[in-house]
Structures are given as structure tokens and as C-alpha cells.
């Protein structure tokens, strides 16, 4: 069984800077917050720290969209541990104790630099945001032809045939859901990434939901999340990185299964015996679609597509300024900490 689960928390997106952090540390006992301006110490320090806690827990790891060798934090669910970065925590957070990192003695680190790098990162992600925008109001363009050539009864027949199949059998819990927002991947300044193979790998029952913008995929399991909440299961929703108000994936490990919308971006296909493929478009959408409305298709795929490049494009030269702001702490050194990274793996909860 895998020891470690990757997904992001927070991401860029059409609707600009998403945090759903606070659904994933709900009920964890003891939170630690280490705030530094280095990105990368921090992550050194959590790398760390996975090292000790990998012999006693499961290790939920937050990735991080700036840098693939980021880590944003980690969860040790059973321990009810979590240690985070301070750079992605926006709220109050309960039983969170902040770590001030000190600066290495004789550090030449130019604050009005610093804050410089910071606002003409805000400015490039900003810019990406609006390009993200602008791609998704394209995108609704070309969901609308398939919304207006599809059989809303028939979708909903598909649907409550699967929920049926999915919860035959299956008996409610006496308890609340726990709902976990997450994201499987997201735009980053090295492009789109996102982790669904390894996330799926252990699941034995997957679904692969196969469709066309606007044919219900998202609805389909917005249905199913509500029929797990029914039954008490604890669910990971994973939202699109895109559009954060669409679902892409439900994990319910409880019944170890998976639903997920395997489609471009993240489009993969059965390699088990126990896999299942659902096609909603043909399922639910007028035979010929495709064909009738090829052109217009095209063209607002090409379109939308062209508006997502330019915004990654914009996140890439965040990467830049990235680098110099690291730069900056190149004469600190992980082993400064060392003292702090002894008081977090404590077994009596001090730091």
C-alpha cells in the first residue's frame, strides 16, 4: 500500500487564487505553522520531517504549484498531526502553533528586494487569472452546444442507474461525512501537473467518466457526493483546476472506489479488470454532435486553449522571480534548524 498521497490545496485558476486547506486539517489536534520567506528552507524542513514520521503514519503531502520541489505541508491524519507552510494558510486555523524561523546570522537579505519580487509576482498572477477567465467564458461557449443537443432525462436515468449500483448492498454509517477539498492538479509555472495515477493506483474500483464540455459529468458526481453524504462516507473532492466549482474526481476509500472525469487534460483509460468507462456524451448527447458542430468546436477549442497557454505562460515567468527571491537565502542552510525540527518531532506535542 502506498505510504503517501499527493494533491494540492491550493492553486491558480479561472477564478482566481483557491484555498481549501481549511476542509483538510478539520479535527487535527496539532498544526504547525512554519513561516520563513524561503519557500525552499521550509521545504527542506518538511522533507525532513517526512523522513521521521513515514515510520509511524500515512503521510498526506501538499504539493506546491511554484515549484515542483515545494512542499506546501504535510498530514499525518492518524497522529492528527499536520505541518504546514505559513504561505498557505489565509485563515485562523484552530490548535495552530506558528513557528517564527529566525534568520540565519549574517544573512544579507534585501527586504525592499523581497517585497519588490513579491508584488510583480501578484501582478503576473494576476494577469494569469484574467487570461483564465477569459478562457473559461470561451469554454462555456462550447459547453452550450452540447448542453442544447443533450437528453436531460436520459442523463438523469444514467445517473440514478449508477448511484443504485454503487450503494447496493451498502448500509449507512451512524456519523457525519467528512468532506476533504482538494485539487488532483493545477496550473503551475511548469504547466499542468496533476498526480490522478498515483491517486487512483491504489483504489480498486474506478470509474473512468468519459464525455465533452457541458455533457454533466461534473452534475453526475456532484449527485454521488450528496448520496455519500447520505450514507455518512468520508469523501476527497477533487475540484477542477480550471473551473474550482466543477468536480473531477470523488475518492471514497471507505468502499474503495473512485469516479473521476477522465478527459483532456487528464484523460487516461481501463487497465484493470475490475475499471469501468462511463460516456456520458453517448449516453445523453444527440447522436452526431460531434460531426454537425465541428467547426465551432474547433474554433472555441482552439480559442479557450490559446487563453490557458498564454495564462501558464504568465505563471512561468513567476518561476523566474521565484529564483532570484531564493537567491536570496542561498547563504542559509537547512542545518540552522535543525534544533526546530528535534522540538516538532517531540512525542509530547511541545515546540
Not at 231 to 245: I, L, N, R
Not at 259 to 264: H, K, M, Q, R
Request: proline fraction near 2%; charged fraction near 30%.
Amino acid at each position: 500500500m502506498q505510504n503517501r498521497t499527493k494533491y494540492f490545496v491550493f492553486g491558480h485558476t479561472a477564478k482566481g487564487f483557491i484555498n481549501f486547506l481549511d476542509s483538510n486539517v478539520k479535527g487535527i489536534n496539532r498544526i504547525i505553522i512554519l513561516q520563513h520567506e524561503s519557500n525552499s528552507i521550509i521545504s527542506q524542513m518538511i522533507k525532513r520531517l517526512i523522513s521521521y514520521y513515514t515510520e509511524f503514519d500515512h503521510i498526506e503531502v501538499i504539493c506546491s504549484p511554484k515549484n515542483k520541489e515545494y512542499i506546501d505541508g504535510i498530514i499525518m491524519r492518524q497522529l492528527s498531526v499536520a505541518i504546514l507552510s505559513g504561505e498557505i494558510v489565509t485563515q485562523h486555523l484552530e490548535n495552530a502553533v506558528y513557528i517564527n524561523l529566525p534568520q540565519v546570522e549574517n544573512s544579507k537579505v534585501n527586504e525592499d528586494l523581497m517585497v519588490k519580487y513579491k508584488e510583480q509576482q501578484n501582478i503576473l498572477f494576476q494577469e494569469a487569472y484574467r487570461l483564465f477567465e477569459h478562457g473559461l467564458s470561451i469554454h462555456d461557449e462550447l459547453e452550450k452546444i452540447y448542453i442544447n443537443e443533450m437528453d436531460f432525462e436520459k442523463a438523469d436515468q444514467v445517473t440514478d442507474k449508477m448511484i443504485n449500483s454503487l450503494f447496493k448492498n451498502v448500509r449507512k454509517l451512524d456519523k457525519n461525512s467528512n468532506i476533504f477539498k482538494r485539487l488532483f492538479g493545477t496550473n503551475t509555472a511548469y504547466g499542468m501537473i496533476n498526480y490522478v495515477e498515483e491517486l487512483i493506483d491504489p483504489i480498486e474500483h474506478r470509474i473512468f467518466i468519459k464525455g465533452r464540455a457541458g455533457t454533466g459529468k461534473s452534475f453526475f458526481m456532484k449527485r454521488i457526493l450528496e448520496k455519500c453524504v447520505e450514507y455518512g462516507f468520508d469523501v476527497e473532492v477533487y475540484y477542477c483546476s480550471f473551473d474550482p466549482t466543477s468536480i473531477d474526481m470523488l475518492m471514497i476509500r471507505d468502499l474503495d472506489w473512485c469516479l473521476f472525469d477522465s478527459t483532456p487534460p487528464h484523460e487516461f483509460f481501463p487497465s484493470r479488470e475490475n475499471d469501468k468507462v462511463l460516456d456520458l456524451y453517448e449516453k445523453t448527447v444527440t447522436a452526431g454532435t460531434d460531426d454537425k458542430f465541428a467547426d465551432e468546436i474547433s474554433r472555441l477549442t482552439k480559442l479557450y486553449k490559446g487563453k490557458m497557454r498564454k495564462g501558464i505562460e504568465k505563471l512561468k515567468e513567476t518561476k523566474t522571480i521565484e529564483d532570484l527571491k531564493e537567491e536570496q537565502w542561498k547563504q542559509s542552510a537547512v542545518n540552522e534548524y535543525n534544533h526546530i525540527i528535534q522540538q516538532i518531532i517531540q512525542r509530547d506535542g511541545k515546540v
